[in-house]
């Protein structure tokens, strides 16, 4: 895609292993992932289980993926927090060991105001000269950013390049686009809504799916960006019920299921969130085996 930050860019899971993490499997997956054209790398997100992690390992996490890295793609750190210090502290550490920008979802369980959270990033990006992508996804955080003050930001902090968008609304999206502009990055945060905000104009994905199937998310984008509408449409309809599958139950469960299926790390997943039932583990077996990622 066109833009820096754009195009199918993975949420990466942080693999455990025997209660830690598990710093060899991480670096496989991001090889795994660069090999199969993916255009970025997103530590410590929602899908990196963030909310459990220590603070000395969230930051060891971004540093192990600065590293392994080495520039070949971006890597986008998430650091949000529900406290403004704390993700102040998460940035600048971010920016010191040299991630390219990062991923910050709104502050979540304190249900700021539309002011609160102006205010909020404006503080952060004021502080921090790393490029901020923000992060709306109301389900988790009971908030919605109105478009508005995407916009308000956008425009008085010019190292806020954009949004991970994942309220589950077109028409918020599109209307995003309308008032923050053409270089305002708007990227879906749902699998499911990339091919259609393609369509919209939007710049691309940070995938759950991605983890698993990265050379096709990545190749959906890349159709899309070359014009080939029908190849980009047949890998939206090819990826529906393997995204359907990886959301079987909450995420990253499905997820880190799904890639000690096959092979790739632990099935480890850290309390409050747990393993899947046994019928929603045999689901997404049976789904991986029809869309061929396992036998």
């Known amino acids: 895609m066109g833009t820096r930050f754009g195009g199918a860019i993975v949420a990466i899971v942080t693999p455990f292993k025997n209660g830690k993490v598990d710093e060899g499997a991480l670096r496989d997956l991001i090889e795994f992932q660069i090999a199969n054209g993916t255009d970025g790398i997103v530590p410590c997100g929602t899908t990196g289980e963030s909310p459990v992690l220590s603070h000395e390992e969230h930051d060891r996490v971004i ?56 205010q909020h990033y404006k503080y952060i990006a004021d502080n921090v000269p790393i490029p901020i992508i923000m992060y709306n996804i109301p389900s988790r955080t009971g908030v919605n950013m109105e478009p508005a003050t995407m916009a308000r930001l956008a425009k008085e902090c010019k190292n806020i390049v954009g949004v991970k968008e994942a309220a589950g609304s077109l028409q918020q999206m599109q209307d995003i686009m309308t008032v923050c502009g053409p270089d305002f990055i708007v990227v879906s945060g749902d699998d499911f809504f990339t091919f259609p905000l393609l369509c919209l104009g939007g710049h691309g994905i940070i995938s759950v799916v991605s983890n698993v199937a990265p050379a096709d998310m990545a190749a959906l984008v890349d159709a899309f960006a070359a014009g080939d509408m029908k190849k980009a449409k047949e890998l939206h309809y090819k990826l529906t019920p393997l995204v359907k599958s990886l959301f079987i139950e909450t995420n990253p469960a499905p997820v880190k299921a799904a890639l000690a299926l ?16 046994e019928a929603n583990y045999e689901k997404l077996k049976q789904a991986m085996k029809t869309y061929g990622l396992i036998r």
């Open 262 to 277: 096959m092979g790739k790390i632990q099935y480890e997943i850290r309390l409050p969130l747990a393993k899947l039932s």
């Open 63 to 118: 540093e192990i993926t600065v590293d392994a890295v080495k520039k070949r793609v971006p890597v986008i750190a998430g650091t949000g927090s529900n406290s403004t210090a704390e993700a102040l502290r998460l940035t600048k550490h971010a920016h010191e060991v040299g991630a390219d920008a990062v991923l910050m979802v709104n502050p979540y369980y304190n249900r700021p105001t539309q002011e609160g959270l102006f």
